[in-house]
């Protein structure tokens, strides 16, 4: 009998552990990233030597945020996960697409009441939390080639099933828990160069291998080549990587608006900003300050 309640005893404190050590991860992460890097700090080491130091330079460096001339920017969608930051001209084409949904439609609900037909994209639901005339939604994934897996369709073929492969001016959100830098590794320019916004989600920015570093580096460098990054936001669900002086989430996400169609100017905003919040309530806010590099 005691043998029993000690063996019952003993799963329950390894099971509550796991518990939290899934929770807490990023948070410890973090921490074990910003002793690190106060440790190399100390060592006074010279930092252009650091190759973590390096790639997340080049990532602040591609990724560097701009600001529009005119207009503001605005949040559309939920208070926390599901909301994005938009600018608030809208083109005259009112055509969305919205690639990633699972369980919240808000984006794409604002998106309809401004007079947008929202185009949504996701394999992994069954149906929609809810419904609306404009939207239309297909139980398909995005993936960067053509695939043989039905449920699976490039950004191109999403254009030409809906009749929009000649069309200008849309905007795309697209969060796909990952799958984006296959998309953007095989995407065309051109067809970036048909949103005039973009909301992306873009994820595992902390793995630093020389191979991921190198891919990453090579599609954010096709994502910007013809949109500027107006605003960046930190998703509090991951952990960050501190280099130097330079704060880098695990996800992030990213607006950007085509490079043709705005003026822009330097921007010395300091991150985040009063309409941007948390994506989950368990973590603070990240507090990114300045990521562009001084």
């Not at 954010?220 to 280099?243: A, D, M, P």
Request: hydrophobic fraction near 35%.
């Amino acid at each position: 009998m005691i043998k029993k309640k000690i063996k019952q005893l003993r799963f329950r404190w390894h099971r509550d552990i796991f518990e939290q050590d899934s929770l807490y991860r990023p948070v410890l992460n973090s921490l074990l990233s910003f002793l690190y890097n106060e440790t190399l700090a100390r060592q006074g080491i010279n930092w252009d030597d650091n190759a973590i130091y390096q790639y997340a330079k080049e990532i602040h460096k591609i990724l560097e945020v701009k600001k529009v001339t005119e207009g503001k920017l605005i949040r559309v969608g939920n208070k926390n996960d599901g909301g994005y930051i938009m600018h608030d001209s809208f083109s005259q084409n009112r055509i969305a697409y919205s690639i990633g949904i699972f369980d919240d439609v808000t984006w794409d609900k604002e998106m309809a009441e401004a007079g947008y037909d929202v185009y949504m994209y996701d394999h992994t639901i069954d149906k929609l939390p809810e419904n609306n005339e404009r939207f239309h939604w297909k139980k398909l994934g995005i993936c960067g080639k053509g695939s043989a897996d039905v449920a699976l369709k490039t950004l191109n073929e999403m254009l030409n099933d809906n009749g929009h492969s000649k069309e200008n001016g849309m905007v795309l959100k697209i969060d796909v828990e990952g799958c984006e830098w296959e998309v953007l590794e095989s995407i065309e320019e051109d067809m970036l160069h048909k949103f005039d916004q973009i909301l992306i989600e873009l994820h595992n920015l902390t793995d630093t291998t020389m191979d991921e570093a190198t891919y990453k580096i090579k599609c954010l460098k096709k994502l910007t080549r013809h949109h500027e990054v107006i605003h960046i936001h930190g998703n509090n669900n991951g952990c960050c990587l501190f280099s130097n002086d330079l704060i880098t989430p695990r996800y992030i996400e990213v607006t950007l608006l085509n490079r043709d169609k705005y003026e822009f100017a330097e921007s010395e905003d300091v991150l985040p900003i009063i309409i941007d919040a948390p994506c989950t309530d368990r973590f603070p806010e990240i507090e990114l300050g300045r990521w562009n590099l001084r």
